[in-house]
């Protein structure tokens, strides 16, 4: 077994007194003063997440635009520079390979953010697909990756940026120094809150921590880990590679149609895509939400009927909305809102039903 990587972060971890877990071949913070302190701290105030796992690859040159237009669902061509745009890496069958978020840096220059246990298996899938009109790039190792969230975060980190913060709109982001450093801050995240991702030079990313975590004490943040990072993501329905969507489930079946644009001509799974645009997906990814007492879990069976229907991709116990909740494929047939379902927990059934998503919408 392979020794697990360490972000430029777990020195911090260890003073904090995080509870370190293996995640995707990386140790992690999986929780600090406790996932649901932390989780209610970034829906009320704000929290701070270690996310330097994450892959990073710069596409560049006079044949960037083309050869992502290729590889992406998404139309890139829609973006201006210093815009982000959420996307996936289709397969001939419609099925992602991961899903991304896409920068565009410059007129020619892209950067591709990928999952963390996804950056092997991606970056063989994007040199397969042929750069000879432009250059692919592994930044990895280039970044560390900060994410502040919550209500408060534009608050906290003014402070410590020359940056007018209200000036970046959501998915966008610009270049200047966070407390002296330079970085990338991108008014993007994953946890259906306002916040920033701060892309950092590895060695700086202590020293910009410790500071965000000065600055934000008298606001209420608390650094957070991957234990609340997944209910938050889950309450907002943002989809975790692996469990909600893989290479076996198409964009339309998860939902993602918004993200496929088929307008911009050829890309990899275009016409299943498209046919399933028209003619609808033999199922669908739907939200529910426990109508008894019970914890919905990954892999747990959903039962229509009799029936076995499908099985929980993602589930939990909502800390800010106080109930169990999650998601599982169902038939498109018996997936409407407010279709009655049951989940199959420890030998037992409790009831359930399909409702709309997201489960928490931020006020505005």
């Not at 950056?119 to 040199?127: M, P, T, Y």
């Not at 529910?288 to 099985?311: C, D, K, M, S």
């Not at 993602?314 to 599982?328: N, V, Y």
Request: net charge neutral; proline share 6%.
């Amino acid at each position: 077994m392979s020794e697990l990587r360490k972000t430029p972060l777990h020195e911090v971890h260890q003073e904090s007194g995080a509870k370190m877990v293996p995640f995707g071949g990386w140790e992690m913070p999986v929780e600090y003063s406790g996932l649901i302190a932390e989780h209610q701290a970034v829906r009320s105030s704000a929290g701070l997440f270690d996310v330097s796992h994450m892959g990073e690859f710069e596409v560049s040159g006079p044949g960037a635009l083309a050869f992502l237009q290729r590889v992406t669902a998404n139309d890139v061509a829609k973006l201006a520079v210093g815009q982000a745009q959420y996307s996936a890496l289709p397969m001939p069958n419609g099925c992602p390979v991961d899903d991304v978020i896409v920068y565009r840096r410059g007129e020619q220059r892209y950067l591709i953010v990928v999952n963390a246990a996804n950056v092997d298996k991606d970056w063989a899938w994007l040199r397969a697909q042929g750069t000879s009109d432009c250059s692919l790039d592994d930044q990895s190792a280039a970044f560390a990756l900060l994410a502040l969230q919550g209500p408060k975060a534009q608050a906290i980190l003014q402070g410590l940026t020359p940056l007018n913060l209200k000036s970046i709109a959501f998915y966008h982001f610009a270049e200047a120094p966070v407390c002296g450093h330079s970085a990338i801050v991108a008014r993007t995240g994953y946890t259906g809150e306002d916040g920033f991702e701060l892309f950092l030079p590895p060695d700086s990313a202590p020293g910009v921590w410790r500071r965000l975590v000065e600055a934000g004490g008298p606001h209420g943040l608390l650094p957070a880990g991957l234990g609340a990072r997944d209910t938050l993501r889950l309450e907002a329905r943002m989809l975790l590679y692996g469990n909600d969507m893989d290479e076996t489930t198409t964009l339309i079946e998860a939902g993602l149609g918004w993200i496929v644009s088929l307008e911009k001509g050829e890309f990899n799974g275009r016409q299943v895509l498209s046919d399933q645009k028209a003619s609808g997906a033999p199922r669908k990814l739907v939200g529910f939400e426990a109508t008894e007492r019970g914890i919905p879990r990954h892999g747990y069976p959903v039962f229509l009927g009799e029936e076995q229907a499908g099985a929980v991709t993602s589930g939990t116990f909502a800390p800010f909305l106080q109930k169990g909740i999650g998601l599982a494929y169902l038939p498109s047939a018996r997936a409407s809102v407010g279709t009655e379902l049951a989940v199959g927990i420890r030998g037992k059934r409790i009831g359930a039903r399909v409702v709309k998503t997201p489960f928490y919408k931020r006020p505005r």
